[in-house]
């Protein structure tokens, strides 16, 4: 264990001491300048705090709307704005925004035009030295200057004839970039996971989560030809220690989603949590929260990597199963060896309805469960409050039926959607109607994995949460309101409606002096059957 991971008894104890302890304080808050948020979760280690403390309970109720930009674009508006240096960084599926944190004036766009294929999303950049990382569409990730948006490295991670795309928000860190591929249980493709050098995007390694040979290859089971090991794609961003140089990555489903019989072992490493040495890429230990999965149930945000109040050092992850699981990452270390045992998972608390989760699925008939395969965390993970001891975490209530194929008819073909169902209209089941979708945010002590609240929404809740200082927590709902809650009992303090569905970042930055929080709003698409609205960034603050 490296040495910066040792805590004397003495410093130790101080600090359980103090229970008033600020997340600044916190040993391993990695979020050194709070005026700005500058990557996709505020900090590497995705706690998603911010310490800015102007915005308080006993005020939130005068925030006003101090400027909107309008991209006039409506697209499916997942971004994770980014500010950096007075500058607010965003993106579509295709085009990169800067805009004035302050004013939300353009200073400069940028348009690579990319296939229509995909996901037909885009969820943030990455930013460092002076750069900002982007995925695309067509599986590239490319640099641009920060300063006016000119393109300049551009290079492939996938093949996009094969149905592979990188929506996620890379992950810059020590000269380097992290991102994926997505595509696996869409399109059956192999999920694989790079680091390219921030100065010329080559790649410096890679590591793949279908392995070709060794114990974890075993839990293969069933490969032929014509049904190969594919799945486990990334689609959302990567956490990072500093600290340990630990890369933490949750992983998607096997390909198809729905048969079993197609893949019957464990599949390692698909819907798992992985931690990578940083600087190698090397496997340092991983778990797999959700075995032989047939609901489509993805392992999708990044987890907060936290220490709790009594010292404990958590990867708190959330995923499509409806479950919050603290995951013991204490053996993570770069200098250590790779753990034959996986990580210990501490608990597993529902964050949503969880139906008919163990009922197998059958040919003759749907099977209902939820969460459904739009249902659980989404691409926005847990934030944390480390005064309070609290993870907050957003859940979709929305559930599924499924009739599955017959193994005879379920062999799909690269860079074609196949997921296993035995219905042509319903590739991925058939969803509930909105009448009876809803949404929860949910608040959990960091130690127990007790809930200590919840919030019910009318709606799916997929957008960032963002607790801070102020005793507050934000995010948004598909309804288009901004909510502020107390931090401590879950009560709504503030709302306003922005004018579109958010499903993107809500993020805390100061600009001018003055703390403001700024929402992704105008989530549109297929997929989520909201009101339509053109894509929006939307800045509050104070009078």
């Known amino acids: 264990m490296r040495k910066t991971h040792l805590f004397s008894l003495v410093a130790l104890f101080g600090w359980l001491a103090q229970p008033g302890l600020t997340q600044s304080q916190t040993p391993g808050f990695t979020q050194t300048q709070p005026q700005e948020w500058p990557t996709y979760n505020g900090d590497l280690s995705a706690n998603r ?8 309970k006993a005020n939130v109720g005068g925030l006003r709307r101090m400027c909107t930009y309008d991209t006039g674009e409506a697209t499916s508006f997942q971004t994770g704005p980014i ?51 982007r995925g695309t569409g067509d599986a590239h990730v490319f640099a641009l200057d920060a300063s006016n948006g000119q393109p300049g490295w551009d290079v492939s991670i996938g093949d996009s004839d ?18 994926g591929n997505a595509g696996g249980d869409d399109f059956g493709v192999t999920g694989r996971i790079y680091a390219l050098s921030a100065a010329d995007g080559h790649q410096l390694w890679r590591f793949d989560i279908v392995p070709d040979s060794g114990p974890a290859r075993a839990t293969w089971k069933n490969v032929t030809a014509q049904n190969p090991p594919t799945g486990g794609a990334t689609w959302t961003t990567y956490s990072l220690d500093t600290e340990s140089g630990v890369l933490w ?71 499509k199963d409806g479950l919050l699981y603290g995951i013991d990452r204490s053996s993570a270390t770069s200098s250590g060896k790779t753990s034959s045992a996986p990580f210990k998972i501490l608990y597993a608390t529902p964050v949503t309805t969880r139906t008919n989760v163990k009922i197998p699925l059958n040919a003759e008939s749907e099977t209902y469960f939820c969460p459904g395969t739009r249902g659980g965390t989404e691409w926005n993970g847990p934030g944390f ?48 109607p909105t009448e009876k979708w809803g949404g929860w945010l949910t608040a959990v002590d960091a130690d127990s994995g007790r809930v200590r609240w919840k919030y019910k929404s009318s709606t799916p809740m997929v957008a960032g949460v963002t607790p801070t200082a102020g005793g507050l927590v934000f995010t948004g709902d598909l309804n288009g309101d901004l909510l502020a809650l107390d931090a401590e009992n879950g009560s709504v303090l503030w709302r306003d409606s922005t004018g579109g569905a958010i499903g993107g970042g809500v993020i805390s930055y100061q600009a001018g002096g003055q703390q403001r929080i700024a929402v992704a709003a105008g989530m549109t ?13 939307v800045t509050y603050g104070l009078p």
């Open 49 to 56: 705090f911010s310490s800015l403390a102007e915005v308080t």
């Open 83 to 133: 500010v950096v240096q007075g500058v607010l960084y965003f993106t579509t599926y295709n085009t990169t925004f800067a805009i004035d944190a302050s004013t939300c004036s353009l200073k400069w766009k940028h348009s690579r035009p990319g296939p229509k294929g995909g996901l037909g999303v885009n969820r943030g950049l990455a930013f460092s030295g002076g750069k900002l990382f």
């Open 162 to 179: 094969k149905g592979e795309s990188t929506p996620m928000a890379p992950l810059a860190w020590n000269g380097m970039v992290f991102a």
């Open 249 to 319: 990555v949750c992983t998607g489903n096997v390909a198809p989603d729905f048969l079993l019989a197609l893949h019957p072992g464990d599949n390692l490493y698909t819907t798992s949590v992985l931690a990578l040495d940083a600087k190698t890429g090397k496997l340092l230990g991983y778990v797999q929260p959700v075995k032989k999965d047939i609901h489509d149930w993805d392992m999708t945000a990044p987890p907060a990597l936290i220490r709790t109040r009594a010292g404990r050092l958590l990867a708190a992850a959330a995923g």
């Open 385 to 432: 409050n480390a005064s309070l001891n609290l993870l907050f975490v957003n859940a979709i209530d929305w559930c599924s039926a499924v009739k599955v194929a017959t193994v005879a008819t379920a062999i799909g073909k690269p860079g074609a959607a196949w997921s296993g169902s035995g219905d042509p209209e319903n590739a991925f089941g058939r969803i509930d």
């Open 525 to 537: 698409g297929r997929i989520w059957p909201v009101k339509p609205a053109t894509a929006l960034v």
